[in-house]
Structures are given as C-alpha cells and as structure tokens.
C-alpha cells in the first residue's frame, strides 16, 4: 500500500483477487490486471459489479463495441 512492488504467491483459492482488487478501492485509483484467464477475468467483473463496483474486461474475442469506452472512464 505504499507505492512499492509486491510479489504474493498463493495457491488456488486462497483470496489472491484481493491483491488486486483491494489497493485501487482504498486508493480510489484504477487497476490493470493482464491475466490470460478468460473465465476468471468474467468472473471477476461480475463479482465486482455486484458490489456496484465499476468493472470491465476487454479480451480479444470481445463482441461488445462499449467495452473500450467503459475500460476508459
């Protein structure tokens, strides 16, 4: 949390989203993850827009033009 690289290896389940997630909550600032995760990013962006947080996903198969925009506000 203050400003400096982070290295957390956990094994599968173990709340490694909160790493991520956490930080730009408290920050009020935005995160990039880059993860070749298709199913988890989706998942992810739900579970964050059902705590009306603001989320999206942009993959290579996108098929939704308004996703570029919403990445960007």
Do not use: F, H
């Not at 290295?7 to 790493?19: N, P, R, V, Y």
């Not at 990039?32 to 988890?40: D, K, N, Q, T, Y």
């Amino acid at each position: 949390m203050d400003g400096r690289d982070a290295l957390c290896i956990m094994a599968t389940g173990t709340g490694k989203s909160i790493c991520y997630q956490l930080p730009p909550l408290i920050m009020g600032t935005v995160a990039v993850v880059v993860s070749p995760l298709i199913a988890l990013m989706q998942d992810q962006v739900q579970g964050l827009r059902k705590r009306n947080i603001s989320a999206a996903m942009l993959g290579t198969a996108q098929t939704d033009p308004t996703v570029e925009g919403d990445c960007r506000k």
